[in-house]
């Protein structure tokens, strides 16, 4: 679980919720927590990216062990201190904080988690998108 004593139950499945004013569609989901929650790696893998994304904000990207999988980490209050990319985590490493930045919406606090599907040579960026939600709350999706 990405975001620390967040129960499986709760996570809703808005994968594909329109965002934007309809002009796109939602590629994660949407963890609600206070702000300054501590933010959790839900897999091993290496720190591939840390970034600063218009729509995404404070963001950070794990690469999986296995290079075929990236869990996107957006809307970040703030980085754990001594997050750095090439770090490796563990599952349940602290990776940064709740928050709402970039398109979030000022006191919108949440985690968006995203999912990608990788070919190994792939960068952190390439891969197809996969709906989370069965990943995290451990029961199939509704699309």
């Known amino acids: 679980m990405p975001v620390a004593n967040y129960p499986r139950r709760a996570i809703e499945d808005n994968w594909g919720d329109a965002r934007g004013g309809g ?4 590629h994660g989901t949407d963890i609600m927590a206070p702000g ?14 840390l970034f600063q994304s218009r729509l995404g904000g404070t963001t950070l990207y794990v690469r ?5 999988w990236t869990y ?7 980085y754990a ?21 970039g398109d979030a919406g000022a006191g919108n606090y949440h985690l968006h988690f995203g999912l990608e599907r990788l070919a190994p040579e792939q960068r952190w960026w390439q ?12 029961r199939p999706g509704r699309r």
Do not use: C, W
Not at 39 to 46: K, P, Q, R
Not at 73 to 78: C, E
Not at 131 to 136: C, E, S, T, V
């Open 23 to 26: 002009t796109r569609t939602h």
């Open 36 to 49: 300054g929650t501590p933010v959790l790696a839900a897999a091993a893998g290496t720190i591939e990216k």
């Open 64 to 68: 999986s062990l296995d290079r075929r």
């Open 72 to 78: 996107y980490y957006a809307h970040l209050a703030a």
């Open 81 to 101: 201190p001594g997050i750095h990319e090439g770090q490796a985590v563990r599952a349940g490493d602290h990776l940064g904080f709740v928050g709402d930045t």
């Open 127 to 138: 891969g197809e998108e996969v709906n989370p939600y069965p990943m995290l709350a451990g």
